[in-house]
């Protein structure tokens, strides 16, 4: 049996239940946990109450010593030149959840460059949005456009640039705050760039994939639509995504997907 020895980047909300839900599967065995130094010890300190999770090694940085199979990062953005880009260096292949951090430029590129010096790969992980596998596949067809439209309640836009635009209190119906590019959407709303980012790396890039944001009093959850067309016809997907309870900012599916791709490292037929 194949057991994937992993280095988890970051033990937030996403970390937390990536972990709970992999406990009990044998073959995947999280046993490096990478966090802020100021978190070592209040995490060491939760962990020993778990007896499955007594010997993990927490500490700020992954450790090479004992050199894990996989580096899996669910910690933001500034984890990736921290942590994912020296793995990658080292020939550790890596699981991003943060894309939205590609949206700087170079980073990318950088990732590329790392990859290969480490003759290993990258995987960026879909996150909270659907359909990704055959949006790549209609990028090999030839993309002419895609469009990405995103709507939360107006409350889940504060502290964000559409105040500038909009009364999030007191919005009767849906406006429309911001229509650009996806590396500008990723630069100006860098907590919600996430689907935009990976829609764009997976389709026609960040700054011919075009983005529309609304804050829409009429819903109630995040929702997702984009649509594409090219050689291979067309295609439109939406996703009303529910959020994690430990955490109602962050999509659910985000840590399905995780699960899900370290999953299919492991399993006799992977889809």
């Known amino acids: ?16 239940a990536v972990f709970d839900l992999i406990a009990d599967d044998n073959r995947l ?16 300190e939760e962990l020993a109450q778990r007896p499955n999770a007594a010997l993990l090694t ?7 010593d004992d050199r894990p199979d996989l580096i899996v990062e669910c910690a933001g953005h500034s984890a990736i030149e921290t942590h994912v880009l020296p793995g ?30 480490g003759n290993t790969q990258v995987h960026l992980l879909s996150g909270a949005i659907g359909g990704i596998d055959a949006l790549a ?14 709507r939360k309640p107006p409350l889940g836009w504060l502290g964000t640039p559409a105040e500038e635009k909009l009364d999030l209190h007191n919005l009767k119906e849906k406006e429309i705050f911001f229509e650009g590019s996806a590396r500008d959407a990723a630069r100006l709303f860098p907590k919600n760039a996430n689907v ?3 829609l ?9 994939t075009k983005v529309k944001l609304y804050a829409d009093p009429t ?14 016809g067309f295609m439109g997907v939406t996703l009303k995504g529910k959020p994690l309870a430990s955490n109602p900012k962050t999509s659910a599916l985000t840590v399905y997907s995780v699960v899900r791709a370290l999953k299919n490292r492991v399993q006799s037929v992977a889809i």
């Open 219 to 232: 819903v109630s959850e995040n929702i997702h639509y984009y649509e594409a067309q090219g050689a291979f």
């Open 196 to 198: 935009a980012a990976t």
């Open 29 to 44: 065995e999280i046993d490096q946990i990478v966090v802020p130094a100021e978190l070592v010890q209040p995490i060491k």
């Open 200 to 208: 764009s790396l997976a389709g026609i890039g960040l700054d011919k």
């Open 58 to 64: 927490v500490s700020d940085h992954v450790s090479y």
């Open 1 to 16: 049996m194949t057991v994937e020895r992993i280095a988890l980047v970051g033990f937030g909300a996403i970390g937390r």
């Open 88 to 117: 990658l260096k080292a020939g550790i292949p890596c699981m991003v959840v943060s894309i939205g951090a590609l949206s700087e430029p170079g980073l990318p590129e950088q990732l590329e460059a790392a990859a290969q010096a």
């Open 137 to 150: 596949a209609a990028r090999v067809a030839g993309l002419d456009e895609v469009t990405y439209v995103g």
